[in-house]
């Protein structure tokens, strides 16, 4: 039984935390796309963790850690990210790697930081970890698959080849130091003997363990909007961060996806530049970035101050129905005991028209909120497992996004912890 959980907004929805719980019952997690570019918080009995790119299972012994062929692999990041893990007294994790997984190279993470400069204020706020660069080579057919590592000579042909062509745009476009081929190669030689224990043939392992009717479980990182396809194309991440998108870069039959847990955080943040219709400004936002998440919302990795804004039903509609959603995890809650009102943007006004449809970029920047402000609970929920000895405003908080959405909320997370979670009957749930 296969199981995806991806996030419906800008990413930092939560995703961590609901995998970490999910995992319990997992016997395998997988991570398909991305890379160290974003990260995940997790709290439990180890202490609270960041995680760039092992999936969000490592903390249970008894699960499985599967880094996709979809994934943009930092082979350093990751091999330090074990280690820091396992400093820390988690068990050190089981963890394959996928021989088809492309690396991300040094240079990427150079070109990464080097068009940032170049762009200068039109920048995409990119976290400079090499992930368009990395993906852009993966599609134009220069990428390094894990494999290739074993093979070297035809390796060390390839990247005589590639260093002739990324050397010219280093000399002339970015006037910045060549890349020495022997230097390369030394370093892929490190590299290798850093993943050899883990390499495996992914897809086959997954198809055995579908057959032997293992829990699976397929980590998403990002959300809908910043899909490449069905994001805020170009302020988007550069692999596709839907579920649909997990069979691929896991490498396992779409149809064995049977359950899409879409997460959505109960009000919205957002990293990078793009434009974010129910953003909010000022001391509202400053207090809602300060309360926000479990101590605050900003970036795993970069320390970022995240943008705030209201929930927005518009958006969170169009990223669950592009997930294929299943079932929702409403998530952090708890955060919103503060207020007396809660504002929550139920429509988009384009051009003197109201919307409910999530618009096409260009679009998107004319776009206005249309708020309702619904009635807050001013109370703590943590600690509460029902959901009916919630208080009724925030019940009907829930009920009322529901309908906006139109697909089923099961889960309401109302704290950071693995315990923090409350499971709900919808009446949308087919
Ligand atoms: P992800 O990338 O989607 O996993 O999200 P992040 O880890 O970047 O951000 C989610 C943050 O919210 C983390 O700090 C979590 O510990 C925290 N979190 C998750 N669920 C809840 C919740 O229900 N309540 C609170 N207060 N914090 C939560």
């Known amino acids: 039984m296969v199981k995806a959980v991806v996030g419906a907004n800008w990413g930092d929805e939560g995703k961590g935390k609901i995998t970490d719980m999910l995992a319990k019952e997992a016997d395998i997690i ?16 180890y202490g609270k963790f960041a995680l760039h790119t092992l999936p969000s299972g490592v903390f249970y012994d008894h699960t499985t850690s599967i880094i996709g062929n979809g994934v943009a692999l930092n082979i350093p990041v990751l091999f330090k990210e074990i280690q820091s893990i396992v400093d820390r007294d988690v068990p050190k994790p089981k963890v394959l790697v996928s021989d088809r997984a492309q690396i991300v190279m040094p240079y990427h993470i150079l070109f990464d930081q080097y068009e940032e400069e170049r762009l200068g204020g039109k920048s995409f706020g990119s976290t400079k970890s090499g992930i368009a660069p990395f993906y852009s080579d993966k599609y134009a057919k220069i990428g390094f698959q894990v494999s290739e590592l074993f093979e070297t000579e035809s390796l060390k042909e390839k990247i005589k080849g590639v260093c002739e062509m990324k050397n010219v745009l280093l000399e002339h476009l970015y006037h ?29 392992y997954l198809c055995d363990a579908i057959n032997e009717g293992k829990n699976i479980l397929l980590e998403g990182q990002l959300g809908t909007l910043k899909d490449t396809d069905h994001g805020i194309y170009p302020m988007v991440t550069s692999s596709s961060t839907l579920a649909a998108y997990g069979a691929i870069g896991a490498g396992i039959p779409p149809y064995e996806i049977k ?14 530049a793009g434009a974010f219709v129910s953003e909010l400004f000022g001391d509202e936002a400053d207090e809602l970035r300060r309360r926000g998440g479990d101590g605050g919302e900003y970036g795993a990795t970069t320390g970022r101050p995240r943008r705030m804004g209201w929930f927005d039903c518009v958006a969170s509609k169009y990223g669950c129905r592009l997930q294929g959603t299943t079932d929702v995890a409403f998530t952090v809650l708890d955060v919103l005991g503060y207020l007396e009102e809660i504002p929550v943007c139920v429509g988009y006004e384009l051009d ?15 776009c206005k909120p249309v708020l309702k402000v619904l009635p807050g609970w001013m109370e703590e ?18 009920n009322f996004v529901e309908e906006q959405i139109g ?22 749930k087919k």
């Open 352 to 366: 003197g028209v109201v919307t409910t449809d999530f618009p096409t970029t260009g679009k998107l920047e004319r």
């Open 259 to 272: 359950e899409i847990i879409t997460v959505c955080k109960a009000y919205s943040s957002a990293v990078g």
């Open 381 to 398: 929920i943590r600690g509460i497992t029902k959901f009916e000895d919630l208080p009724v405003n925030c019940q009907n908080y829930v």
């Open 176 to 204: 910045k130091p060549a890349i020495d081929e022997n230097e390369l190669f030394e370093t892929m030689m490190e590299y290798k003997e850093m993943v050899a224990p883990y390499v495996c043939d992914v897809s086959l």
């Open 30 to 45: 997988v991570r398909f796309q991305g890379g160290a570019n974003a990260g995940h918080t997790i709290v439990n009995n």
């Open 407 to 428: 697909f089923p909320i099961t889960m309401v997370s109302n704290g950071p912890g693995r315990e923090d979670i409350i499971y709900r009957k919808s009446s949308f």
